[in-house]
Nanobody, 116 residues
Framework: VQLQASGGGLVQPGGSLRLSCVVS??????????VGWYRQATGKQRELVAT???????NYEDSVKGRFTISRDNAKNTVYLQMNSLKPGDTAVYYC?????????WGQGTLVTVSS
């Protein structure tokens, strides 16, 4: 199983970015398994940003509620993170995360920098 994340970059405060993560490999019924995003800022621990279960239940970290939206396209084995109203505190490396048969898989990370 491989995860390929993309979409990071430099954006001004108040701006938007959309992250994508394609999950590939020998996966049966991607739609049944949870997938999500974590982030890690410099000098801090990795933290959950948002997850979406196989049944469609969604969980957000409190600071991103109302600004970020997670979604998945099961036909494309892809998870998205739409990030609006970005703040400097959102600056971090964002990692996609997939749990398949009780194994945890991570993408390589994509850097999001929010700065004027």
């Amino acid at each position: 199983v491989q995860l390929q994340a993309s979409g990071g970059g430099l954006v001004q405060p108040g701006g938007s970015l959309r992250l994508s993560c394609v999950v590939s490999g020998n996966i049966f019924r991607f739609n049944l398994y949870p997938v999500g995003w974590y982030r890690q800022a410099t000098g801090k621990q990795r933290e959950l940003v948002a997850t979406i279960s196989g049944g469609g239940s969604i969980n957000y970290e409190d600071s991103v509620k109302g600004r970020f939206t997670i979604s998945r396209d099961n036909a494309k084995n892809t998870v998205y993170l739409q990030m609006n109203s970005l703040k400097p505190g959102d600056t971090a490396v964002y990692y996609c995360h997939f749990v398949y048969w009780d194994r945890v898989y991570w993408g390589q990370g994509t850097l999001v920098t929010v700065s004027s």
